[in-house]
């Protein structure tokens, strides 16, 4: 049966990109094998979102998926022969124009467009129209590359901001491969390395090898698209006179000024201090800031709360209902 990659990210059919994507990186976070080690069917399942979002999170790849179905998937697959044969076929069944009697045994299977098998007939017949429309895998010139392996690979947050090179070794080579992982690296990110793949079954180019790129969470940083978010600890002290704080950034550190009278979650933009990825504009970076109140209490410290409280609203809790 026929994978339903939409129902595989749990979205319709006709959702657009950035619905897939936030669909995608929600899955990818719960299924993840390092929240879920040892467990198969959440491996499988992780998989199985990882292939699909590779399909409809790529226009080109949707277009075609959508159009033909997995078949426009395989190696060799061409669309404009489909669409052809397609029509080809409407023609036939509908018993109006085209080529004249059509195949015996009814439709062709799309099959056939990888094989070169017609039912009913052989290549090179003059009754065959596929014979010049389509080719046959006998005609085929040449030699042809080998497959593309896949392969899934960890990295820590900071690595996939900036980018890193990796030592890899292939077990067909003694010579280990240098791997650059460019900056900007997203979960579910795809690096594709030529010539390491599986070799060619008759002297062509090797395959290549695709490295399905996961990342490890970080323990101050989140990360959405190429945005990022900080959460900063104030003192109360901060929040109400308002100081200026040093926070890390990935190009080093930055002062930012508290202003007076900040609330905790308050969130200040920082431009330009998000993900920087080739060719595109870099992201910004988000610093939230949190209050922190002082451990325990103490007569004094209750005393200055009652001071603190003369300025405060009579009920901060006034629009707190549904």
Same mark, same amino acid.
């Given at each position: 049966?026929?994978?339903?990659?939409?129902?595989?990210?749990?979205?319709?059919?006709?959702?657009?990109?950035?619905?897939?994507?936030?669909?995608?990186?929600?899955?990818?976070?719960?299924?993840?094998?390092?929240?879920?080690?040892?467990?198969?069917?959440?491996?499988?399942?992780?998989?199985?979102?990882?292939?699909?979002?590779?399909?409809?999170?790529?226009?080109?790849?949707?277009?075609?998926?959508?159009?033909?179905?997995?078949?426009?998937?395989?190696?060799?697959?061409?669309?404009?022969?489909?669409?052809?044969?397609?029509?080809?076929?409407?023609?036939?069944?509908?018993?109006?124009?085209?080529?004249?009697?059509?195949?015996?045994?009814?439709?062709?299977?799309?099959?056939?467009?990888?094989?070169?098998?017609?039912?009913?007939?052989?290549?090179?017949?003059?009754?065959? =129209?596929? $014979?010049?429309?389509? #080719?046959?895998?006998? &005609?085929? !010139? *040449?030699?042809?590359?080998? +497959?593309?392996?896949?392969?899934?690979?960890?990295?820590?947050?900071?690595?996939?901001?900036?980018?890193?090179?990796?030592?890899?070794?292939?077990?067909?080579?003694?010579?280990?491969?240098?791997?650059?992982?460019?900056?900007?690296?997203?979960?579910?990110?795809?690096?594709?390395?030529?010539?390491?793949?599986?070799?060619?079954?008759?002297?062509?180019?090797?395959?290549?090898?695709?490295?399905?790129?996961?990342?490890?969470?970080?323990?101050?940083?989140?990360?959405?698209?190429?945005?990022?978010?900080?959460?900063?600890?104030?003192?109360?002290?901060?929040?109400?006179?308002?100081?200026?704080?040093?926070?890390?950034?990935?190009?080093?550190?930055?002062?930012?000024?508290? =202003?007076? $009278?900040?609330?905790? #979650?308050?969130?200040? &933009?920082? !431009? *330009?201090?998000?993900?920087? +990825?080739?060719?595109?504009?870099?992201?910004?970076?988000?610093?939230?800031?949190?209050?922190?109140?002082?451990?325990?209490?103490?007569?004094?410290?209750?005393?200055?709360?009652?001071?603190?409280?003369?300025?405060?609203?009579?009920?901060?809790?006034?629009?707190?209902?549904?």
């Amino acid at each position: 049966m026929a994978t339903d990659f939409y129902a595989v990210l749990g979205v319709p059919k006709d959702a657009d990109a950035a619905t897939i994507k936030k669909a995608y990186r929600k899955l990818a976070r719960d299924l993840h094998p390092d929240k879920n080690a040892g467990n198969k069917a959440m491996e499988t399942r992780f998989k199985e979102v990882n292939r699909a979002y590779e399909v409809v999170g790529d226009e080109a790849k949707r277009k075609l998926y959508d159009e033909f179905g997995e078949e426009a998937l395989r190696d060799g697959f061409d669309a404009e022969k489909a669409r052809s044969y397609k029509q080809w076929q409407s023609r036939a069944g509908s018993g109006g124009g085209g080529f004249r009697g059509g195949y015996p045994g009814g439709a062709v299977n799309l099959e056939d467009l990888f094989s070169g098998a017609v039912p009913g007939g052989n290549a090179g017949e003059a009754g065959d =129209p596929f $014979g010049d429309l389509f #080719g046959r895998a006998s &005609r085929r !010139r *040449g030699p042809v590359k080998g +497959r593309d392996h896949e392969q899934e690979l960890t990295i820590d947050f900071v690595s996939a901001v900036r980018g890193t090179s990796l030592q890899l070794r292939n077990p067909s080579s003694p010579e280990p491969v240098t791997v650059r992982i460019p900056p900007g690296a997203d979960e579910g990110s795809r690096v594709r390395i030529k010539g390491q793949g599986a070799a060619s079954p008759n002297g062509g180019p090797s395959g290549d090898l695709i490295l399905v790129i996961h990342v490890e969470p970080h323990p101050l940083f989140e990360r959405d698209g190429d945005d990022l978010t900080l959460e900063v600890p104030i003192t109360t002290s901060e929040a109400i006179k308002g100081a200026k704080v040093k926070v890390p950034t990935f190009d080093g550190e930055v002062a930012l000024k508290v =202003p007076p $009278g900040t609330n905790s #979650g308050t969130k200040l &933009r920082v !431009r *330009g201090k998000g993900v920087a +990825r080739k060719g595109r504009e870099p992201g910004d970076m988000y610093v939230r800031f949190m209050v922190h109140v002082p451990a325990g209490t103490t007569p004094e410290l209750e005393r200055l709360a009652d001071e603190i409280a003369k300025f405060e609203p009579a009920d901060v809790r006034v629009n707190l209902h549904i």
